[in-house]
């Protein structure tokens, strides 16, 4: 059990139902809808299943969620939240909002879940845009399904499909946060055969506009730099120890890797053994793996200034398919 702050203030007395650690990134996942215990398992990763069972049955006490069963053909036990506990949601916007401006760069040991990637959305949401705007988007990305609901003014996002939607967007996660960071238009990415669209690309291109520009949520003034970022393998980047530069259009960033490791800025490195030299979308496809990075120097879509050999360990650390795997890693440097 959580302890108590034995004060009587308001503050206190919230923070003695969700102050304890996890308390607040259940509710979190609870925002977008039921969640039955495995998902919560699967959107916690960390969490011991008897800390779990214990943050569930607080938060149950304390009136914040509640079980429920789902309907046949799939009658599993969900967790949902009470009208008390989706309360909360102005302040987990609020809390998300205040987290973007904190330096984002990934740690070794640190995890993804688009699940996230969604309260940012959320936090983003610019109401002034969506005044008469009554729609439904849905965006299928990687895999994972989530709709967004717009209704005067009024942002809901939730998993699962919607039978209502006007347009229904599929692509991978680096070309989702590069449309959603505004570094590349949706009528772009499908041309590129980066997005597929279902339905009217106007109403795509409106639910870009009322969700706003976010890059924070990729790390930063240029989102572009943490989706690299984030795709960084740290199991394969022990011993090595090197600067990598990409030139995207006008803008220059750098990754310094050091024994597993990564830290990323804007502008160039002069200790940079290696550059790479290409468009976004050329990137994008890298990142998602649908182009190996023989094939785009074949094509001569991307440039490679310096030592190549530096340039395939920097392919190899930030997770770019290669054509062929069966020369496993290239040996790390010190």
């Not at 304390?62 to 989706?86: C, D, N």
Request: contains cysteine.
């Amino acid at each position: 059990m959580t302890r108590s702050y034995d004060q009587s203030c308001p503050a206190a007395r919230a923070l003695d139902v969700v102050g304890g650690r996890w308390s607040l990134l259940i509710v979190r996942e609870l925002l977008l809808g039921p969640r039955r215990y495995t998902d919560l398992v699967a959107g916690l990763p960390g969490i011991g299943p008897n800390v779990l069972a214990e943050r569930l049955r607080a938060l149950r006490d304390a009136g914040i969620l509640s079980q429920a069963k789902l309907p046949p053909p799939a009658p599993s036990a969900v967790y949902e939240l009470t009208e008390l506990g989706a309360a909360m949601r102005p302040v987990l916007d609020e809390l998300t909002r205040w987290g973007m401006h904190l330096p984002t760069a990934p740690r070794p040991g640190d995890t993804f879940r688009l699940s996230w990637v969604l309260g940012c959305l959320r936090a983003s949401f610019r109401p002034e845009q969506a005044g008469g705007v009554r729609e439904t988007y849905e965006f299928r990305v990687d895999g994972d399904t989530f709709h967004l609901r717009v209704d005067d003014g009024v942002l809901d996002i939730r998993h699962g499909s919607a039978t209502d939607a006007v347009c229904a967007i599929t692509t991978d996660l680096g070309t989702f946060l590069a449309v959603g960071a505004r570094l590349v238009d949706i009528e772009d990415a499908v041309a590129r055969g980066l997005a597929q669209l279902e339905g009217e690309l106007a109403a795509a291109a409106r639910v870009i506009t009322i969700l706003g520009a976010h890059p924070e949520a990729t790390g930063g003034r240029h989102g572009i730099v943490g989706a690299v970022g984030a795709s960084f393998r740290p199991e394969r980047a022990l011993r090595v120890r090197e600067t990598y530069e990409w030139v995207i259009g006008d803008l220059v960033f750098h990754a310094r890797v050091d024994d597993g490791t990564v830290e990323t800025g804007l502008g160039p490195a002069p200790d940079a053994v290696a550059t790479l030299v290409t468009d976004l979308g050329t990137l994008l496809q890298l990142g998602a793996g649908s182009l190996p990075l023989e094939d785009a120097l074949s094509a001569q879509v991307i440039e490679v200034d310096g030592d190549l050999d530096a340039a395939l360990r920097m392919a190899d650390v930030f997770g770019v398919v290669r054509a062929d795997r069966s020369a496993g890693r290239p040996a790390p440097t010190s």
